[in-house]
């Protein structure tokens, strides 16, 4: 099968550090699809940066399909377009963010998210809530460190996420997720260094979308992602 993997954003460092970390998790007979957007921000930090990529993130995904994908994996733990994405697509479509809660439920009665910048908590917090994990994921928590500065060794990044973990442990967290699809990397060091699960968002979704796929599920088109067929008369996207 086919996944494709798409990062919202258009730096291309962050593409294949995505494209990486889902080479990792993927099976040995899935071909991984890497792509990203044609056009919109660099690093998607909040609602502004969501609303600009979507239209290249559309693109990515309709060109994806095009070429055959059973599936499609939106890296960003904003979950950014998601809804609009199931509405195009005919193939399934894992937002990072809900496949990584999903995960962590199974494995975990209480646990916290680790995220990027203090902008990005709101909407963090209303996609636990849209997806029914508000009491068992009540702490989401910020390292102030931008998305593109996660893999400058001067950010500091493993320490402070590290100790925003250990935090979150001390308030009730049995398990940790890296809420921003460019702290792949970091996850297994965490979980060896703080005995907890710590759940990276990309390997969750690889991981769904393969079952997905293999399982023949597509998005309902019956209500809420009905594809509106006067869309076609003005959808042209790049």
Not at 134 to 159: F, K, N, T, Y
Not at 189 to 194: F, I, S
Not at 201 to 230: C, D, N, Q, Y
Request: charged share 15%; hydrophobic share 45%.
């Amino acid at each position: 099968m086919k996944i494709a993997v798409i990062n919202p954003n258009t730096t291309a460092e962050m593409t294949q550090a995505i494209g990486v970390a889902a080479a990792r998790s993927a099976a040995p007979t899935t071909e991984l699809l890497i792509r990203q957007s044609n056009h919109g921000p660099s690093a998607i930090e909040g609602p502004f940066d969501g609303a600009i990529c979507l239209p290249g993130l559309l693109g990515a995904i309709q060109q994806a399909e095009a070429e055959g994908a059973s599936a499609h994996v939106i890296a960003c733990f904003d979950d950014t377009g998601l809804d609009a994405a199931r509405a195009l697509s005919h193939r399934p479509v894992i937002g990072v963010g809900e496949a990584a809660l999903h995960v962590a439920s199974l494995i975990a009665q209480e646990f916290c998210v680790v995220t990027t910048l203090s902008r990005s908590v709101p909407t963090l917090k209303m996609n636990i809530l849209r997806y029914g994990f508000e009491r068992r994921c009540p702490q989401v928590l910020a390292s102030d460190i931008p998305v593109l500065d996660l893999h400058r060794p001067e950010s500091g990044a493993h320490q402070k996420i590290s100790s925003l973990i250990a935090r979150a442990m001390e308030n009730g967290a049995e398990a940790a997720i890296l809420g921003c699809a460019g702290m792949a990397d970091l996850a297994a060091a965490l979980q060896q260094e703080l005995g907890v699960p710590v759940i990276d968002g990309i390997e969750a979704a690889i991981r769904l979308a393969e079952m997905l796929a293999a399982s023949g599920f597509t998005p309902s088109k019956h209500r809420g992602w009905a594809f509106p067929s006067r869309a076609g008369d003005f959808l042209q996207i790049a």
